[in-house]
């Protein structure tokens, strides 16, 4: 290894040893640590209020694990069901400037489970097989609920250890939606900005053409690739916008 790749491993190291305590107290007190009052209440709460109001969801009301679990296996149900549906009807929806057809029904089924399940093993060419409407509304959405998903079960389980004498275990949806909002949607934010400054591509383009030193001519892709790369990342996904695993000029600037 050269001494740039061990200096770039030790930024790393003290990048993780610095973020971890800072990170893991937030997250013990976005989970109810401390009570009922978590941070970011005056913000996130009026948001998270009106979803529950919307979803019929009681905040205040806690779990058994077997109603936990249920509401997450019905979630990625559904999940699974509208993901199917939209890469079967994306010729018929908006943002698609490439004019992409329906995703075939098996691998609109394949992706569809594999996304929900936080797995994104992508058997396709997304620039040539799925919409920005798909990539914005479906895939990136699962990239956030998914990850978002797994970590509820991670809490749930802590708190299964922890409340020896509890026959409650949380509640899945304040668990999944504390996740998406105070935790990921900030980072990816804030991820995503930093991907855009150092040149990853954020737009709702289709193909560019253009021509070579050699005179060939090269079909450049757009798209929405910044915002998916930050979720990406933050929730272990593999594959993206372009299937290379972050290693695309286009979603990875500086690779």
């Known amino acids: 290894m050269t001494a740039a790749a061990y200096l770039q491993w030790g930024v790393v190291i003290i990048m993780i040893a610095i973020a971890t305590p800072l990170l893991g107290r937030y997250m013990a007190a976005v989970y109810g640590a401390d009570g009922d009052h978590a941070p970011g209440d005056r913000v996130f709460g009026p948001v998270e209020r009106v979803m529950y109001r919307l979803t019929g ?8 694990w077997q109603s936990y679990a249920f509401s997450l296996l019905a979630f990625s149900l559904i999940s ?24 075939p029904a098996a691998l609109s089924y394949n992706t569809a489970v594999s996304f929900v399940t936080n797995t994104n093993w992508q058997n396709y060419a997304p620039e040539g097989t799925v919409s ?8 990136a959405t699962q990239n956030f609920v998914s990850a978002a ?6 809490i749930a389980l802590v ?6 004498r509890s026959a409650t275990i949380g509640n899945f949806w304040v668990d999944l939606m504390r996740t998406i909002t105070r935790i990921l949607i900030p980072l990816s934010i804030v991820f995503a900005l930093i991907f855009v400054s150092q040149g990853a591509i954020q737009n709702l383009h289709g193909f560019t053409r253009g021509t070579t030193l050699e005179g060939a ?11 998916q790369e930050a979720i990406k990342e933050l929730g272990t996904n593999g594959g993206g916008s372009l299937n290379a ?7 990875n600037p500086n690779v």
């Open 159 to 164: 708190r299964g250890i922890t409340r020896r």
């Open 57 to 64: 969801v009681d905040e205040k009301r806690e779990q058994r």
């Open 80 to 103: 699974v069901l509208f993901l199917y549906l939209l890469q079967r009807i994306q010729h018929a929806l908006p943002f698609n400037p490439t004019h992409v057809a329906n995703v």
């Open 245 to 251: 695993n972050s290693a695309h000029p286009f979603e």
């Open 132 to 139: 920005h409407f798909t990539q914005m509304v479906g895939l």
């Open 149 to 154: 998903v797994g970590i509820a079960v991670a």
């Open 217 to 227: 001519t090269q079909v450049i892709p757009g798209g929405p690739f910044a915002g």
